[in-house]
C-alpha cells in the first residue's frame, strides 16, 4: 500500500493539544487507537518512547518523524499532527517541531516502513508544502494536499 493511500482525516490532528514530545506520542498513538489502526496502543507506545530513547526523531525545519517497527499494528500505519505553535520534540536543529509524521510498521515490513520514511523525506523537502501543511485547519485539509503532491 501507497503512504499516500494510508492518510485519512481519522488519523490527521489538528491541531496537536499537547505540549511535551511524550504527550504528542500519547496523542497520536490515541488517535491511531480510536481510528481502529492499532492492535494495541501500549506497545505502540513503548515501542515509540524505545526508539526516542535511541535518539530524538525531531529532524529540522519543525518536522517530527517518529517511527517504530512493532508488532502493536499488522500493517504500515501513520498518523499526521500538526501544532501550529511548535513543540520541543529535541529536534536536531533545536528548533520546535509543528509537522508530526508518526510510523508504525510492523517488524517484518522493514522495507515498506523504508519507503515511507522516505516518502515523507522528499514531501517535506519542500517548503511550500510544508507551509501548507501547517496552514491547514482541517484532517480534510491535509489529506487533500497528499493527493495533489
Do not use: W, Y
Not at 482525516?9 to 504527550?23: A, D, F, G, H, M
Not at 515498506?112 to 491547514?136: D, G, M, P, V, W
Amino acid at each position: 500500500m501507497a503512504f499516500i493511500d494510508l492518510i485519512e482525516p481519522s488519523v490527521v490532528q489538528i491541531p496537536v493539544r499537547s505540549k511535551t514530545k511524550s504527550e504528542v506520542l500519547r496523542e497520536l498513538v490515541d488517535l491511531l487507537d480510536k481510528a481502529g489502526k492499532l492492535i494495541s496502543a501500549d506497545k505502540a507506545l513503548s515501542a515509540l518512547l524505545d526508539r526516542e530513547a535511541k535518539g530524538s526523531t525531531g529532524l529540522e525545519e519543525g518536522i517530527a518523524v517518529p517511527h517504530a517497527k512493532c508488532d502493536a499494528v499488522d500493517q504500515l500505519t501513520v498518523a499526521i499532527g500538526i501544532a501550529p505553535d511548535g513543540i520541543d520534540f529535541q529536534a536536531m536543529d533545536g528548533k520546535p517541531s509543528n509537522l508530526f509524521f508518526l510510523l508504525l510498521a510492523p517488524p517484518e515490513q522493514a522495507g515498506q516502513h523504508i519507503e515511507a520514511l522516505s516518502e515523507i523525506a522528499k514531501l517535506t523537502r519542500s517548503k511550500s508544502f510544508c507551509r501548507l501543511l501547517l496552514a491547514s485547519q482541517t484532517p480534510e485539509e491535509v489529506v487533500e494536499l497528499f493527493q495533489e503532491e
